[in-house]
């Protein structure tokens, strides 16, 4: 059995890194990266994800663009995409003859699941190494055109992208939701839901006054109505459904 403090001290120092080194990635640590990607453990074994690593630069820039000109992209040494995926699933079920069911949101959630537990796996490895990065949703802004870029067979989407690279930072830690508002003991609790929400307010907008010298204060209450005010990535869906997802 192996115990390690270490580790609990590395997932609980977690910051996102969106600044790096001009420094190289080693492609044996890349290996031993994708290698905690694949222990990961997946919804009845079906390993719905591909991971694609990408140096170029001219493809980061252009997926710097496509995920909404997050200049970090283009800047660090290397950039992964973590795609859903189902490919291996179809030629199989056609070797065997088989049906391929995939029209309920189920298999959007199991693949979904898989990939980002194979992506924390994986951010989680390169800590290790002293790495930093970012996850990157943004991959979903223009999902056919990422698809288009990396020759994403039917059967996939582009779930999120992420930097890594050695980091050219030290963000302060982003405070979470406090503890009892995600915490439930036996059943769901709301009882306390208004005070807990207005402790997380305070705490999130100071700071963010702090980490901004006072150019912005909003907590995390008043980011999330602005957020959810709108609506995300509406043709997302007509691209999932190309992709050979019929969703009902
Ligand atoms: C699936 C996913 C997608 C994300 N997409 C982006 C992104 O496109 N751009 C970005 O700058 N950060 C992105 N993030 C990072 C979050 O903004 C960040 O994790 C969150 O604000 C908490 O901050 P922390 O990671 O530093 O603790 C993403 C995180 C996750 C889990």
Known sequence: MITSPEVRTLIQ??????RFEDKPVPQQVIDDLVESARWAPSSHNVQAYSIICIRNQSTKDKLQELCGNQRYIGQCPVFFV?????YRHAVISEQNGSAFEVEEIENLLVGSVDTALAAENFLLAARSYGLGGVMIGGI???AAEVAKLLKLPKWTVPVMGMCIGYPDQQPWQKPRMVKQAVYHEEYYQTDELESQLAEYEQISADYYTKR?????????????????AKKR????????????FPLK
């Open 13 to 18: 120092s977690h910051r996102s890194i969106r």
């Open 82 to 86: 973590f795609v859903m995926d189902f």
């Open 140 to 142: 979903r802004n223009e």
């Open 212 to 228: 901004t010298n006072g150019k912005r204060t909003d907590g995390w209450g008043k980011q999330m109505s602005a957020y959810f």
């Open 233 to 244: 990535r509406a043709n997302l869906t007509d691209f999932i459904k190309r992709q050979g």
